[in-house]
């Protein structure tokens, strides 16, 4: 049935109609927005490469997240930041240690009931070496430690489940930590919190503009002998496998934008609730061009949202929530 029997200009005569037949839809309940937390009392610092995006002290973060929760968005995504690092990260799994105190403050204020706290669990904001896991050294040679660094990594995510996140999301890339961490915080009587894999995070340059904000580059190396190699699809797949039997109970594939055909085959191939990570390097790009002029703002930030719920992603995170959630409420 051909033209001009066959019209498909009919169905988008108007913005009813459009509305009717559309697709993929995009709500503020499926935003995550990713704040990053500092010392101190009052402290907005701003992140030159993210504009908008601020380093804030627990007291800032609070009313940042009131506005989030006002505004309908989902959740977010909390990053440490410490004033003190060393070589084993002690940070990420102090009892005191940032994130955790800021985890407390917001779960005590009623008006953020609506919000789910998700805590990244990693090394790299804490430890001296900037690496996500320890450091063996000889002579010139290192290596990040697997086996080592899995201890380390449940007892931060225990930590954090016990001061009130409501899922914790392992982004370090070792091998074997879901299992570590389910144990851990089975033993520890958290077995009611959730663990998110960030299951398939590929090595990239897209991560740029986060290391500034959360301190995290490495001192020396890359992150390449623990995250995936951009090139690969189907080893992405077996990282989703294999997190899924260790006990992972949501999926998260990072970056969005540039891998949304491994979002889609993560999708066609897996049950599991799945959210997609648009990180800071997304952000700093279409900034960048709305800067210059030479993007519709508003548009080009709802379309590149749109592409990573219709390439699969039932949640996303994006440091666009609050800007977005503006819009769509
Ligand atoms: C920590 C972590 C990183 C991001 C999220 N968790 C940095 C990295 O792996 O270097 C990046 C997020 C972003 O770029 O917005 N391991």
């Not at 498909?8 to 037949?21: P, Q, Y």
């Not at 489940?161 to 930590?177: F, K, T």
């Amino acid at each position: 049935m051909n033209f001009p029997v066959t019209r498909m200009r009919r169905l988008r005569k108007s913005e009813a109609m459009r509305s009717l037949v559309r697709e993929t839809h995009l709500r503020p309940s499926q935003l995550i927005d990713g704040i990053f937390i500092c010392e101190g009392e009052g402290i907005r610092g701003p992140v030159s490469s993210m504009p908008g995006v601020f380093n804030l002290s627990i007291d800032e973060a609070v009313k940042e997240a009131e506005e989030c929760a006002r505004l309908g968005i989902g959740g977010l995504l909390l990053f440490g930041i410490p004033d003190a690092k060393d070589e084993r990260g002690t940070g990420a799994y102090a009892t005191d240690g940032i994130t955790q105190r800021a985890l407390r403050a917001l779960k005590q204020n009623r008006a953020l009931d609506s919000l789910i706290l998700i805590a990244d669990v990693c090394l790299c904001e804490y430890t001296s070496h900037g690496h996500c896991g320890l450091v063996a050294r000889d002579g010139d040679h290192y290596t990040i430690q697997n086996d080592e660094s899995l201890d380390l990594l449940a007892k931060t995510a225990v930590s954090l489940a016990e001061a009130g996140a409501d899922i914790v999301a392992p982004s370090d890339m070792m091998d074997g930590r879901i299992a570590a961490m389910r144990e851990a915080m089975d033993d520890a009587g958290q077995h009611d919190t959730p663990i998110m894999s960030y299951a398939a995070k590929f090595a990239s340059a897209f991560y740029g503009p986060f290391r500034e904000a959360a301190g995290s580059a490495p001192q020396f190396g890359d992150r390449r002998s623990y995250q995936m190699d951009g090139a690969n699809l189907r080893e992405a797949m077996r990282e989703i496998e294999l997190d899924i039997q260790e006990g992972a109970d949501m999926l998260l594939m990072k970056p969005a934008g540039p891998y949304l055909d491994v979002i889609r085959e993560a999708r066609t191939r897996f049950d599991l609730p799945l959210g997609a990570y648009q990180v800071s390097g997304e952000y700093a790009m279409l900034h960048a061009a709305f800067e210059r002029g030479w993007l519709d703002r508003d548009r080009a930030m709802l379309e590149s949202l749109q592409s990573i719920r219709r390439a699969g992603a039932d949640f996303i995170i994006t440091y666009f929530a609050k800007d977005a959630a503006k819009l769509l409420g």
